[in-house]
């Protein structure tokens, strides 16, 4: 099993050498002097000679990228052009509402789909099932900023129980954490939600109709036990792939809803460091989405042989 | 004072189930009587389709929900169960009435370890501490006789043979000590050798406990075998019931008859014929081995297929018979060229006109219900071949409904999916798709064996009419030693991926010389008469 999580772990190395590569060339290919870029409009020649010794732009692109990937193993992701704070600082500083609300909606949407898919699963056809289904095809087609603002419109403007926007630290209180999180939350989750939940009904209602289903009913087991101990315990791999490509799904929400909502994070960071080309932020932010990206779907794959002893490792 | 007889532990009376929606009659099981007696095996014999796995279903409440509420009584030991709550019969279940089923590789839980699956009837029917019920769990394993019940108990079935998983599944179902065992098609997809072993042990539990079992089978051999009566079931209907010498040694009706007339004989049918034509396909040692692992992981070496050399000559059918895991599959691929032998070679006699490999060897597979793409027509399936080898789309239908006529379907029936075959006639659909090629060599894997013996016998009669028709030379895989009788002229076994014994078939069937085809031909069911010299 050791040897199974080290050779996966390995694995991982050179996606994240491809990744860095593309992310390292984003800078050099665009357009321009990428010194002049970095130093930005006002800079005078003298910034702009010392940022391009720096970067080493005067050698060859290989040793480019070494040199960059030298110090981003240091954790070096670069100076902001802009605020000329180091990048790992701001992402840093912003990281806590982000990752605040990338869990409350995992949390949130894995609570709510895996039973209701279960359920829906179970019995399908019924009322339930159908009601699933409708709301699936919803939460698919609304663009998450139009869900947003209907939202905000329904809990802040009219019933007035949530905050319109802005994000309240949880060592503020859990109290308001929870309440200024939530529809950005329930925004985010929703899409996320019905995707998990569709993919819990179809496994759940696939593996009813096997046969180990029927022998646990010849045992005189309970259908609840039924349904959760071999169908939900069987349908694991699919619902944990799917939350495993949702992150992706998340990552993309993340960026919107952060402006919808007003939260500073680092999808904000990430928009605002877009629209004003400080490359050293976009480069960084990339870097850490993908990072997480490729370590969540290692996780998933690592609990593959936790769950299914057929996975040979 | 009169003594009392005790009731039946099941008596079904007058049990009618409609079927669903349209179908070709009007009930899955129409007024279906029968009783079993503590004790006693009671056999429910039948082909597909003749409602005898729905009748073992509605005795225990396991329905699927497409059928209506059966009408009529089953009384389990006098009383009344088709008016049972839902919880009386989960009570029932397991306790009372234990079940095994046809399929042991999909009738276990795959991500549960099989210890833990025969401990949770005793963790539904009973409060008691863990340490009990382990020990009960390695007494039932030990009982079905499990090598090591204490490794095995944290085994997943994936790691357990077929007959292994079989005995687990029979351990889980009689742990509780049930007065009525429902064995539906237990022994079906289990080879012989582990057929004979896992019938022996259900007759010797079954007498232990003095247990009724209703056993649904359709191989008249594993009736003569185990039956103490038979209950012979055709379309819903009973046709006829008694004890099993009677039924199969004077049965009444003319299905009961056609049904035992089925049974093909271990009589050698091909004892006269002579072969001369030329050799067809020449096989020299052909040796496949599987290596998997890797830089983390101990490297394993299978070694699938150990050196195996054979001729076929044209108008000759050579059997090739083996256990699941003999290798037999492996080389019929390995011929066929769809899995690449490691070493050896395959020599076909020179091509006229320069025909190609593929054109000149065709397969037909076991499972008629999933070779077949479901949506593609078959005659798009059967033309497929010849158009990728030049031949116009109409000279290629034309062609393929003379096939299908041949194979004795409705040359219009081309334009039909293969859903709407039965299993034999999408046998036949098949073997036109191979012929279309027109090749020189038939591979069949197990063509016949998803078929019902009456089925089963006209497949059979077809290929033996196109062999001679068109002068084929066949290979034959089988397991089934009966099957092979009818249709080969002579014989490999292979064990273990090694070929152990070949020649003609009356030889090797009147006296096999190596151990592993004796206990084969020892093992096959109702055969009390030809025992086999020790």
Excluded at chain 1, 92 to 109: G, K, N, Y
Excluded at chain 2, 312 to 323: A, D, F, K, P
Excluded at chain 2, 498 to 518: L, M, N
């Amino acid at each position: 099993m050791l040897a199974f999580i080290a050779k996966r772990t390995l694995s991982v190395i050179p996606v994240i050498v491809v990744v860095s590569i593309v992310v390292f060339l984003l800078l050099r290919l665009s357009p321009g002097d990428p010194a002049v870029i970095i130093a930005g409009d006002n800079a005078d020649a003298a910034t702009i000679e010392r940022i391009r010794s720096a970067l080493g732009l005067g050698q060859p692109l290989v040793t480019q990228f070494f040199i960059w990937a030298g110090s981003l193993l240091q954790g070096d992701l670069g100076i902001s052009i802009f605020s000329n704070i180091p990048v790992t600082d701001l992402i840093l500083q912003r990281i806590e509402p982000t990752a605040s609300l990338a869990l409350t909606t995992l949390v949130f949407a894995i609570l709510i789909a895996v039973p209701l898919g279960t359920i829906a699963g179970a019995t399908a056809g019924s009322w339930l099932d159908r009601s699933l289904m409708l709301v699936s095809v919803l939460g698919f087609s609304i663009p998450v900023f139009v869900l947003g603002y209907c939202l905000i419109y329904f809990f802040s403007l009219q019933l007035r129980v949530l905050p319109v926007q802005g994000f309240s630290s949880i060592r503020e209180g859990v109290g308001p954490f929870l309440s200024s999180i939530a529809l950005p939350t329930m925004t985010l989750g929703l899409a996320y939600l019905v995707l998990i939940a569709r993919i819990t009904r179809a496994s759940v209602l696939e593996m009813m109709g096997e046969d180990f289903i029927r022998t646990a009913r010849a045992k005189g087991v309970k259908e609840r036990v039924v349904v959760t101990r071999h169908a939900l315990r069987n349908s694991a791999i699919p619902i944990l792939t799917v939350i495993g490509i949702g992150v992706a799904l998340l990552i993309s929400g993340v960026v919107v809803i952060e402006t919808v909502f007003n939260i500073p994070g680092v999808g904000r960071l990430v928009v605002d460091a877009i629209l004003k080309r400080d490359y050293p932020v976009i480069q960084g932010v990339i870097l850490l989405f993908s990072g997480i990206y490729v370590l969540v779907n290692l996780a998933i794959d690592i609990g593959y042989a936790f769950l299914d002893p057929r996975v040979r490792y | 004072m009169l003594m009392k007889m005790p009731p039946p532990v099941i008596e079904v009376q007058d049990l009618a189930i409609s079927l669903p929606g349209g179908g070709d009659r009007g009930f899955a099981v129409d007024h279906v009587s029968f009783s079993v007696a503590a004790g006693e095996i009671v056999c429910v014999v039948g082909e597909s389709g003749s409602g005898k796995s729905v009748t073992a279903q509605s005795i225990m409440g396991l329905l699927p929900k497409v059928f209506p509420k059966p009408a009529g009584r089953i009384l389990f030991e006098g009383k009344d169960i088709t008016a049972a709550t839902p919880s009386e019969m989960r009570d029932l279940r397991g306790r009372g009435i234990g079940m095994i089923f046809q399929e042991p590789m999909t009738a276990l839980n795959p991500v549960q370890a099989v210890g833990k699956q025969i401990d949770e009837v005793l963790r539904t029917h009973l409060s008691l501490s863990r340490t009990e019920r382990f020990a009960r769990v390695i007494a039932a394993m030990t009982e079905v006789r499990l090598p090591d019940p204490e490794g095995m108990y944290h085994a997943f079935p994936h790691q357990l043979s077929g007959g292994q998983r079989q005995r687990v599944l029979i351990a889980a179902a009689l742990i509780l000590q049930p007065r009525l065992l429902i064995a539906d098609e237990p022994t079906t997809a289990l080879d012989v050798t582990t057929q004979a072993q896992i019938l022996s042990q259900i007759r010797d539990l079954q007498r232990e406990r003095g247990m009724g079992v209703l056993f649904i089978t359709h191989d008249i051999g594993v009736v003569r075998e185990i039956a103490d009566r038979v209950v012979v079931m055709k379309a819903g209907k009973v046709v006829e019931h008694g004890p099993t010498v009677q039924v199969l040694d004077a049965p009444t009706s003319d299905y009961t008859r056609m049904l035992i007339a089925s049974v093909p004989t271990l009589e050698p049918k091909r004892s006269g014929h002579v072969v001369n034509g030329d050799v067809a396909v020449k096989v020299d040692t052909l040796t496949k081995t599987y290596h998997s692992g890797g830089i983390f992981r101990d490297r394993r070496t299978v070694h699938a297929l150990q050196g195996a050399s054979l001729s076929v000559r044209r108008g000759e059918t050579l059997g090739i018979i083996g256990e699941s895991g003999s290798g037999k599959s492996t080389l019929a691929r390995c011929i066929t060229q769809l899995i690449e032998p490691s070493s050896g070679s395959v020599t076909l006699a020179a091509a006229k006109n320069g025909r190609a490999f593929r054109q000149r060897i065709q397969m037909v597979f076991q499972d008629p219900y999933r070779s077949l793409n479901p949506r593609r027509t078959v005659g798009q399936s059967i033309i497929e071949g010849p158009m990728n080898f030049g031949q116009s789309k109409a000279e290629a239908l034309e062609r393929a409904r003379e096939l299908m006529k041949l194979v004795g379907l409705e040359p219009h029936a081309v334009d039909r999916f293969p859903h709407q075959f039965s299993g034999g006639q999408r046998q036949r659909i098949s073997i036109a798709r191979a012929l279309a090629m027109e090749p020189d060599i038939l591979v069949a894997d197990e063509a016949v064996s998803a078929l019902d013996v009456s089925v089963q016998a006209q497949v059979l009669r077809l290929i033996d009419d196109i062999q001679k028709r068109f002068d084929l030379a066949i290979l034959f895989i089988t397991h089934d030693l009966r099957v092979a009788a009818q249709i080969c002229d002579r014989l490999i076994v292979m064990h273990r991926g090694e070929v152990v014994e070949q020649g003609p078939v009356s030889s090797i069937f009147a006296a096999p010389v190596h151990q592993y085809t004796r206990e084969l031909l020892a093992s096959i069911p109702g055969r009390a008469e030809h025992m086999v010299p020790a």
